[in-house]
């Protein structure tokens, strides 16, 4: 399945304790996008998904590459979810929400398969019959 990344702003919004939270660990890569910009830089988005209590709780972040293969989001402050975190009061705390949905991007292992993904010009190089 590939689904948008945008498509989770349109999803229903979960509430969670910090504590539940801390305890996803099964996101899965749901959808993911890539293209290039004017000096062949690659950029793009993704959206991994998890669930919880029987809810789909997602993130989705914009990315790019600042080298090649060296492969950064683009603003760690905009990961995109449909949670709202709460505190041990039980009101919405943004910070908490802010520092928790970049460290669960930090412990994903997303920049792997965008890193050794090869770019149109490296396969027409590799497909190009060899010089006799």
């Known amino acids: 399945m590939n689904v948008p990344a945008w498509h989770i702003v349109g999803w229903p919004v979960v509430e ?3 504590e539940h939270w801390k305890e996803l660990s099964n996101f899965q890569l749901v959808g993911q996008s890539a293209r290039y910009d004017e000096s062949g830089r690659r950029l793009g988005n993704t959206l ?3 669930e919880i209590f029987g809810q789909q709780v997602g993130l989705a972040w914009e990315w790019c590459e600042v080298l090649p293969n060296v492969i950064v989001m683009t603003d760690p402050m905009s990961v995109m979810s449909n949670v709202t ?13 802010v520092l928790h949905l970049n460290n669960a991007v930090y412990q994903l292992n997303w920049q792997k398969g965008l890193a050794s993904a090869q770019r149109p010009q490296e396969l027409r190089e590799l497909s190009s019959p060899l010089a006799a």
């Open 16 to 18: 969670l304790s910090v």
């Open 48 to 50: 991994w998904a998890a």
């Open 85 to 97: 975190l709460t505190a041990m009061d039980g009101r919405p705390n943004e910070f908490e929400r």
